[in-house]
């Protein structure tokens, strides 16, 4: 079945250190990739989007995520973490380019950054 | 400005009462859905509609309902609520494939 895996529920850095968010998504098939933020007592926003362009896709607030089709992956960095940064992450998958294709959501991964 | 609106954002009920949680978008999107999520399972999808009177089941859709008569609305209904549905509840809307409008939120509690 088609699946996505975030490893890790809770990362935590200081403040201006590098963040790395992994995801893992299992298909033989390319998909659509996209990460989405979550702020405390908000709904999600999309962060950033890949959709079989450029395989470095740059996103809002400083994130990035590489997409890596031998390591089925698609983690998020950023370089350099700022408090504002903490927020839950999910990774989400689609294998279809309609509005309709099923969004196939990780767990998601809680970010905490240290002062 | 481009929204999806959720009412209400909280909500404490009794298990057997009905409820509604409505959602609106102003996007003239066709496809709209509604997830729960909880702690360490992420969004599951309960319910989502392709366009006005086209509605399917999602992942977890045991105990809810929808309905689709307008393109903007898209209410979720909770016939006889049980302390199993006590979760966040989201609201989405969508142009192109993943990428959704997210909602505020509902957070209800069934006691």
């Known amino acids: 079945a088609q699946s996505v895996t975030q490893l890790g529920s809770h990362v935590s850095v200081s403040e201006g250190a590098l963040v790395l968010l992994r995801c893992n998504y299992s298909s033989s098939v390319p998909p659509y990739l996209f990460w989405y933020v979550q702020y405390p007592n908000q709904g999600l926003q999309l962060l950033l989007k890949y959709t079989s362009a450029a395989t470095l896709v740059k996103g809002i607030n400083g994130f990035e995520a590489e997409f890596k089709k031998s390591e089925t992956s698609f983690h998020l960095t950023k370089p350099s973490a700022h408090m504002s940064d903490a927020a839950e992450y999910f990774c989400?998958?689609?294998?279809?380019?309609?509005?309709?294709?099923?969004?196939?959501f990780g767990s998601g991964t809680r970010l905490s950054i240290r002062p | 400005e481009a929204q999806v609106t959720q009412n209400p954002r909280y909500l404490i009920t009794v298990t057997g009462k009905k409820l509604t949680v409505t959602c609106s978008q102003n996007m003239n999107h066709e496809y709209m859905s509604w997830y729960r999520q909880d702690p360490g399972l992420g969004l599951r999808q309960i319910y989502y509609s392709m366009n006005v009177e086209v509605t399917d089941k999602g992942d977890v859709p045991e105990g809810y309902k929808v309905s689709r008569k307008e393109k903007r609305n898209f209410p979720l209904i909770l016939e006889s609520p049980s302390p199993n549905q006590t979760s966040l509840y989201f609201c989405?809307?969508?142009?192109?494939?993943?990428?959704?409008?997210f909602g505020q939120g509902t957070r209800l509690t069934v006691v």
């Open positions: 989405a809307s969508s142009l192109k494939a993943g990428q959704a409008f």
């Open positions: 989400a998958v689609t294998w279809g380019y309609s509005s309709a294709s099923k969004i196939i």
